[in-house]
């Protein structure tokens, strides 16, 4: 019975350690807020669905891209540097259409290069691939379907080290509810 005691004792010693620790860090602060916001005192907001935003860190510069009815790359203080409509790049930036975002911002090395680009897929079909500074990769964007995308993901499928090709989902759709994309922007059903 008096080891029992003892190993309970010692585990609420260490549990009780433990919260110590945990509860003396401070807790998060929120760094900025309201970043894709505008309007007068910033009341329009675009909302990012289930979007998720990716961050890169390059050096001294560091970058959040975010993707909502624009997709905007911010700075590590939460000040654009650029945003652009869905199928639109820093060239005509209102030139695309007004479309929400499901799937979360994709960074990779698309096209095997060694060149981190940003994938987005959206609303009404269009999947963009971009460079860090919002241009398009050539072949981008495309739109293998009208309807909503609401998956998007990025990886080697045929395993050769090269491009990546591109997966999306579409929310609704006839006999056809997924499409893998190549690098160079070509596209094949599944």
Not at 23 to 52: H, V
Not at 95 to 110: A, E, H, K, N
Request: charged share 20%.
């Amino acid at each position: 019975m008096m080891n029992l005691r003892s190993v309970a004792a010692a585990a609420l010693l260490v549990v009780l350690t433990f919260c110590a620790l945990v509860c003396a860090q401070d807790a998060p602060t929120i760094k900025w807020k309201r970043a894709t916001c505008f309007g007068n005192e910033l009341q329009y907001c675009e909302t990012g669905w289930y979007s998720s935003a990716a961050v890169v860190e390059d050096g001294a510069q560091s970058a959040i891209f975010v993707s909502s009815y624009h997709v905007y790359r911010l700075d590590s203080n939460g000040n654009e540097v650029w945003k652009v409509e869905v199928a639109a790049d820093v060239s005509d930036p209102d030139g695309g259409v007004s479309s929400r975002t499901w799937p979360g911002v994709v960074l990779c090395d698309l096209l095997g290069n060694g060149q981190l680009a940003v994938v987005t897929a959206h609303g009404e079909g269009y999947v963009s691939a971009y460079d860090l500074d919002g241009n398009f990769l050539d072949g981008w964007p495309k739109r293998p379907f009208n309807n909503e995308l609401r998956s998007l993901a990025v990886g080697d499928l045929e395993n050769n080290g090269g491009a990546l090709q591109v997966a999306v989902g579409v929310a609704r759709g006839d006999d056809i509810n997924m499409s893998v994309l190549d690098a160079d922007g070509g596209w094949s059903m599944v």
